[in-house]
């Protein structure tokens, strides 16, 4: 299947996005009163939200290219969820600001071990919590996400924290070639280390 879940681990990564909260019950009869889902990976998009300054103003962005797989025979959304495995190429990432586009790809993600893909896969997504399993900086780090199914759209929800993945020193070289840009009001310059993802798609 092939969109970033088109951005998403995996965004990617994979790669937005707060946590939601999840209606247990709601989720629940939705995922088994449907008896056949029908997976389309051109109805699949992904968003991430990355922060700066003191004031965590949010930088939005998604990927234009992942590869993605899950188990086609499976007619149960938890089934299916469990059985999805992706991989992002970093090279695709996309905020509509095209030097901001470079910074990422050259100062991000080119200083992190090979991480030319984000890749993942989800498991034990059961009553609106699963968790996903993601491969970046050559960490591989289980993160917890949120998934409600409601009028056949499927919205996953996760926080990431960059600390997971060794990603200190990489986000102190984004820093310091957007320090003016992330610089607020009270003159401090901060890059936040949470991402925020969003992965939305939609059953036929």
Not at 21 to 34: A, D, F, I, L, Y
């Amino acid at each position: 299947m092939k969109s970033i879940l088109n951005i998403s681990f995996l965004a990617i990564l994979l790669i937005s996005i707060t946590t939601s909260c999840t209606n247990n019950s709601e989720n629940k009869n939705n995922s088994n009163s449907k008896k056949e889902l029908t997976f389309s990976s051109a109805q699949t998009s992904i968003k991430w939200t990355a922060y700066k300054t003191t004031d965590k103003l949010g930088v939005k962005g998604t990927f234009h290219e992942n590869i993605v797989t899950n188990d086609t025979s499976a007619t149960k959304l938890e089934d299916i969820i469990n059985s999805t495995k992706f991989k992002i190429l970093t090279s695709t990432v996309y905020t509509g600001n095209e030097p901001r586009d470079y910074l990422i790809k050259t100062y991000f993600f080119g200083t992190m071990m090979n991480t030319d893909t984000i890749s993942g896969s989800f498991s034990s997504a059961k009553d609106g919590k699963g968790i996903v399993s993601i491969k970046m900086n050559d960490v591989e780090f289980k993160n917890d996400f949120t998934y409600t199914f409601l009028n056949d759209s499927l919205k996953i929800n996760a926080t990431l924290l960059l600390d997971n993945w060794n990603g200190y020193t990489a986000l102190s070289s984004l820093h310091e070639q957007c320090f003016d840009k992330h610089t607020g009001p009270d003159g401090v310059s901060k890059t936040w280390s949470d991402v925020d993802v969003e992965i939305i798609s939609v059953f036929k």
